[in-house]
């Protein structure tokens, strides 16, 4: 058996079955009320889409279903932190005032549909992937060619500079979007990376940048699996944050541009993902293993 073929087994800890990730009820409006999927059909609507994209390209984010996790509003969350509600009203507002919005390695953009069902102009929406064909999913699996604009998604490698399309928004976003996109890098592009990020936002201060990334209580490179679906270039490791870490880099990174950031960050034991501590832990690897979610805002 090929690697290529492994990496699109069914049978690997990060393939679930949607009982194990069932969609949140705020996900599941989405699809009825925006989407207009009928409720009977959600289920098998998900699961074609999902299989269908994962034999495209296996990102652990489509065989988890984490992709119906709306990292913005973070409904999936426990008890979601008063900082992440309150920033998803405020961002809500800036765009209803004509602000713009940019989801990064948005794969298939379930923050910006959420936005636009809950009000926000289409015409202020913008995501970008390497991988244009995960534009054409989201399509399918969100019903709404006829809301979404399609110049508005951006094929584009975010590191590169001169890429078409992002040179045009650059210093023209209120709020950049990464849903687990910083981990696919090493730390020394993270570093340009969260640069790139700065010179797409305004130059001012208010502006944001919101998002999630895998984290692990120990900072460091680790081993992954799945690396090879995920990680830039293939690495066998990938570098994983814990609050101060992430919170360290930001620092660094607003020395290096001239810049200061508050950064609040949240770490959450991936074991929610499944229902709960009391799922089996067939994926979450380790007790110290999880995610961060962040809402970093400009200072100065
Ligand atoms: C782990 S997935 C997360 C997808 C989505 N944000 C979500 O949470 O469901 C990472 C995404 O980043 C994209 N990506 C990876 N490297 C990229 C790059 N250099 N430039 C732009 N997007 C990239 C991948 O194609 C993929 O869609």
């Known amino acids: 058996m090929s690697s290529d073929t492994d990496i699109r087994s069914k049978n690997q800890p990060f393939y679930l079955s949607l009982s194990q990730h069932p969609p949140t009820p705020a996900f599941r409006d989405l699809l009825e009320n925006y989407s207009k999927i009928l409720p009977k059909d959600v289920e098998t609507h998900l699961e074609a889409i999902r299989d269908s994209a994962w034999t495209h390209h296996p990102y652990p984010s489509i065989g988890l279903f984490i992709f119906t996790d709306l990292g913005l509003s973070g409904d999936d969350l426990p008890n979601t932190p008063q900082e992440i509600t309150s920033t998803y009203s405020t961002i809500l507002q800036i765009l209803k005032d004509g602000g713009k919005f940019l989801d990064t390695g948005c794969m298939f953009a379930q923050d910006i549909r959420k936005l636009v069902h809950d009000g926000a102009p289409s015409t202020g929406v913008y995501g970008t992937d390497l991988h244009g064909e995960y534009f054409d999913f989201g399509y399918e699996l969100f019903r709404d060619k006829n809301i979404l604009l399609r110049d508005h998604f951006i094929a584009a490698d975010i590191l ?122 067939n994926w979450h690897r380790k007790k110290e293993h999880g995610f961060i979610s962040f809402v970093v805002t400009r200072t100065e």
């Open 160 to 281: 590169d500079e001169n890429a078409a399309g992002l040179k045009e928004l650059e210093g023209r976003i209120d709020v950049l979007n990464a849903v687990h996109l910083i981990h696919v890098f090493s730390l020394e592009d993270q570093k340009l990376l969260l640069k790139r990020f700065i010179a797409l936002l305004k130059p001012e201060r208010g502006v944001m940048v919101t998002g999630r990334l895998t984290g692990n209580l120990n900072a460091g490179y680790h081993e992954l699996a799945n690396a090879k679906a995920t990680v830039k270039g293939g690495r066998a490791e990938i570098f994983e944050h814990n609050v101060e870490s992430f919170k360290k880099l930001w620092g660094e990174v607003g020395e290096e541009t001239g810049t200061r950031w508050d950064c609040k960050a949240w770490f959450w034991r991936f074991g929610i993902h499944t229902g709960g501590e009391d799922k089996p832990a």
